[in-house]
């Protein structure tokens, strides 16, 4: 059975840097065709992809960010850390982190419970 | 802004059937399978079809996917009141830098 879950500050002062973490269990990043991926969603408003790290350590960014993210992989505890710099109002969100696969071209098959990241001074 | 379009409602009767399209371009749903996604609000998504198509385990076959060119649907037939919910299509982007690309989601109400 996969699990994800999602780890981190609820609330960020604008200009700082967000760490998530996300703790997965029921499968390995090391699995050949598994990505794991972080999804972002603002209140009320559509599902925005952000990047996913691949089981070969490849990974893929959202164009829409500048530059501003980075996602790593560590195998040893089954966990995926995003860093968002330079954090804004607009930024304020749930977070997901997300399991795909090869096998569903990569499509989100499992999706952790989501956590709520506000940006506020 | 969504890089996908989708209509931002549609409605029907129990029972019923409702289509949802969904509207890229050559790089993403012209050349890469279609996801559907469906979300209660207040829950995670749930992956209802993948590969433009394929219903993952579980999924009751009231739910369909199609792709045509740079287009895909989404059929719900039989619709029922638990069918209530947000759906987003999703697609790869083949970019020089490939990426995921979701719809702008649509929301069914069962009237």
């Known amino acids: 059975q996969i699990t994800l879950k999602e780890s981190g500050p609820t609330l960020v002062e604008p200009t700082r840097t967000l760490t998530l973490t996300c703790t997965f269990s029921g499968f390995s990043l090391n699995n050949s065709g598994v990505g794991v991926a972080w999804i972002r969603q603002p209140p009320g408003k559509a599902l925005q992809w952000l990047a996913l790290i691949y089981w070969d350590d490849d990974k893929r960014y959202s164009p829409s960010f500048n530059n501003r993210l980075t996602i790593t992989g560590d195998t040893s505890r089954n966990q995926v850390v995003l860093t968002m710099t330079n954090m804004d109002p607009v930024d304020t969100a749930t977070y997901f982190c997300?399991?795909?696969?090869?096998?569903?071209?990569?499509?989100?098959?499992?999706w952790g419970q989501g956590t709520l990241v506000t940006v506020s001074s | 802004q969504s890089v996908l379009t989708q209509p931002p409602s549609v409605s029907a009767a129990p029972g019923q059937r409702v289509t949802i399209s969904c509207s890229g371009t050559s790089s993403n749903i012209g050349s890469n399978y279609v996801s559907w996604y469906q979300q209660v609000p207040g829950t995670a998504p749930k992956l209802i079809i993948h590969d433009n198509n394929r219903r993952p385990s579980g999924i009751p076959d009231r739910f369909s996917g199609s792709k045509s060119g740079t287009s895909a649907t989404l059929a719900i037939t039989g619709l029922q009141t638990g069918d209530e919910a947000d759906y987003y299509c999703g697609s790869w982007d083949s970019s020089l830098n490939p990426f995921y690309v979701f719809g702008s989601g649509t929301t069914v109400t069962v009237v």
């Open positions: 997300v399991h795909s696969h090869t096998t569903i071209a990569f499509a989100i098959d499992h």
